[in-house]
């Protein structure tokens, strides 16, 4: 069977979009070739190894037929940038390490950002010989600079070398978003292009009829509690008039939530921590309606929370501008708030009652999932030019 190497910053037990993604990508390639993925230690988003991997400076296993080769990093989440960078240096050293003592499949498929990992991979394993995959899931520099993680200067012009370096080497890429497949067309018409979205391979849960008890709306957000999503900032603007927010998730915000809602008891707003995705799952079976927010419009950034929670069924008020606010209006997906207006946000919210959080809108948003966003179709497409 043909070899095939996927490496990668974050990999389950990890939780989030990116390490969801590569696992699913993984399990779905393993039928047609041996793959293994390389990744460090996880540690991700605590900044601490997990449990179960400390005092380790790798670690080899074989998990659903899926080699895995977890290597050494420097754990940090600090947001001092020289902890940040010693970090990715760190996992770049033992990427390096490793090409030069293991014999690297002629199938490479490569995670971009980080920029400086993908750059390792890019510059130690361009051969004649060998096929390289990026697998660009985020505009690193440009989203930085919108975050405001990044300032322009020598550090951003050195990235934006790095971004080009890593696309121009590549035979391949593959795009989440049509924004990025367009950046990359910009800077490189070299490799093919292949718009890959993030579609999640899970059951289709069956939804049942119930009403809300007090006309309420129950909206939920779960996933990272990050800087990109300003939850606490959501927190402090949304009307709970006619709404209570319940949270699930952990990140670097997860503190300063809890405080806000002890000091602020009256306010119908929970916290519930962070649960496994399966469990997860069930539990937004619960909720009317979800929000998927960004703190300021990313280019290229397409939320995977769209696809999975549309094989729900769970209506989405999305928040963050770009093309996702493309994809939940084409598709019917839910309702759309301008990027950053938190007033239009609550007179969109106030305009949704419990109502129109129906059974048959997310019976009809369920259909959809199956038509547009299936994983195996998509699958099937990518494989056809690896």
Not at 32 to 46: G, M, R
Not at 121 to 136: A, P
Not at 183 to 205: A, D, G, Q, S
């Amino acid at each position: 069977m043909k070899k095939l190497m996927i490496i990668t910053s974050y990999f389950p037990p990890e939780i989030g979009a990116a390490s969801n993604r590569i696992y699913h990508l993984a399990e779905g390639l393993k039928n047609d070739y041996e793959v293994s993925v390389v990744t460090p230690l996880p540690n991700y988003p605590t900044g601490k190894i997990f449990a179960t991997y400390k005092g380790k400076f790798s670690a080899k296993t074989e998990e659903n037929g899926i080699k895995i080769n977890r290597l050494w990093i420097y754990a940090s989440v600090s947001k001092n940038k020289f902890l940040r960078l010693i970090a990715m240096l760190s996992y770049s050293f033992s990427l390096i390490c490793f090409f030069i003592w293991n014999k690297i499949p002629d199938k490479v498929i490569v995670q971009s950002p980080p920029l400086l990992v993908s750059f390792t991979c890019m510059f130690f394993l361009r051969s004649k010989r060998r096929k390289l995959i990026l697998n660009v899931s985020d505009l690193w520099p440009s989203a930085g600079l919108e975050l405001g993680a990044l300032k322009e200067g020598f550090a951003y012009k050195m990235l934006k070398k790095l971004e080009a370096f890593n696309y121009k080497k590549a035979d391949l890429i593959l795009g989440q978003s049509n924004e990025i497949l367009t950046h990359v067309k910009t800077i490189t018409t070299k490799p093919e292009m292949f718009l890959y979205r993030n579609f999640p391979e899970i059951e289709y849960p069956k939804l049942t009829k119930k009403e809300s008890s007090d006309g309420r709306v129950k909206l939920v957000y779960a996933g990272l509690l990050g800087v990109a999503q300003g939850i606490y900032k959501l927190c402090n603007e949304i009307d709970y008039t006619a709404i209570e927010f319940h949270i699930y998730g952990s990140g670097a915000e997860e503190e300063t939530i809890k405080h806000l809602i002890n000091s602020k008891k009256d306010l119908p707003l929970y916290f519930h921590g962070r649960v496994n995705r399966n469990e997860l799952h069930k539990v937004l079976l619960n909720y009317d309606m979800t929000i998927i927010p960004l703190l300021n419009r990313i280019y290229g950034s397409v939320p995977s929370k769209i696809f999975e929670y549309a094989k729900l069924g769970l209506p989405m008020l999305y928040f963050g501008g770009g093309e996702g606010e493309t994809v939940i209006e084409k598709n019917k997906l839910g309702w759309v708030a301008r990027e950053g207006n938190y007033k239009h946000l609550n007179t969109t919210l106030r305009s949704i009652t419990a109502k129109d959080l129906n059974y048959d809108l997310k019976i009809a948003i369920q259909d959809t999932a199956r038509l547009q966003f299936d994983f195996e179709r998509q699958l099937e497409s990518l494989k056809k030019i690896l």
